[in-house]
Structures are given as structure tokens and as C-alpha cells.
């Protein structure tokens, strides 16, 4: 499967931005998909994860009651709607995908991976 993420850019601090990743090339609905995020000269991080359905949703502590995480497996697209943003959010935001609920939070467990977006908040 292949993935496209996109919706990234500058955004002032407080402010919201929606970060979309598309798939093609594979039954979407099989996939669990997760957002991940890698700032410069850090590791990459979990951000969150979605269910097949999106019956399940589940984030880090850095993000949750900030960011939501959401799906449309009509339109083969989930999505990153971040609000309440800080300049520690700033990174290149990245869409994965595997097949499993297993250790989500770890970035080797999922199979494919978008090529990123950026995401910078300014103070």
C-alpha cells in the first residue's frame, strides 16, 4: 500500500491544522493506521493510532485532548486534526500503516509509511 500525507505548514501557536494520508494500492479497511512525528535531531514518536473501523483510537500523553485522530475508509483517508498547538509540535509529521493492533506506539511494527509532511508552530 502506498500512503500520502499532506495538510502540513506554518501555523501560529493555538492555532489548527488538518493532516490528511491517503492510501492506494491496498484494501484500506485492513489496515490499522497510525501518525507518528519526528523533530529535528530527535527520534520519531508516536502520535496516534486508529482501529480498522476507527471503533478504537488511542494517543500519546503529549497530545491527547489536543489531537484527534479520525478515518474514512470510504475514502481510503485518515486524518490529523490538531488544535491547541505549541511550538513543541513542530516536526515532519509521517502516516504508517500495518495490519495489526500490536505495539502501535512502536514505529517498526507497522509495514508501510508515508513520506511525511511538515509541520511548524510558531511562538
Known amino acids: 500500500v502506498q500512503l500520502q500525507a499532506s495538510g502540513g505548514g506554518l501555523e501560529q501557536a493555538g492555532g489548527s491544522l488538518r493532516l490528511s494520508c491517503t492510501a492506494s494500492g491496498g484494501t484500506f479497511g485492513s489496515y490499522v493506521m497510525g501518525w507518528f512525528r519526528q523533530a529535528p535531531g530527535k527520534e520519531r514518536e508516536f502520535v496516534a493510532t486508529i482501529s480498522w473501523s476507527g471503533g478504537s483510537t488511542y494517543y500519546a500523553d503529549s497530545v491527547k485532548g489536543r489531537f484527534t485522530i479520525s478515518r474514512d475508509n470510504g475514502k481510503n483517508t485518515v486524518y490529523l486534526q490538531m488544535n491547541s498547538l505549541k511550538p513543541e509540535d513542530t516536526a515532519v509529521y509521517y502516516c504508517?500503516?500495518?495490519?495489526?493492533?500490536?505495539?502501535?506506539?512502536?514505529?517498526?511494527?507497522?509495514?508501510?509509511w508515508g513520506q511525511g509532511t511538515l509541520v511548524t508552530v510558531s511562538s
Open positions: 504508517a500503516a500495518q495490519r495489526t493492533l500490536q505495539e502501535i506506539a512502536t514505529a517498526a511494527a507497522y509495514d508501510y
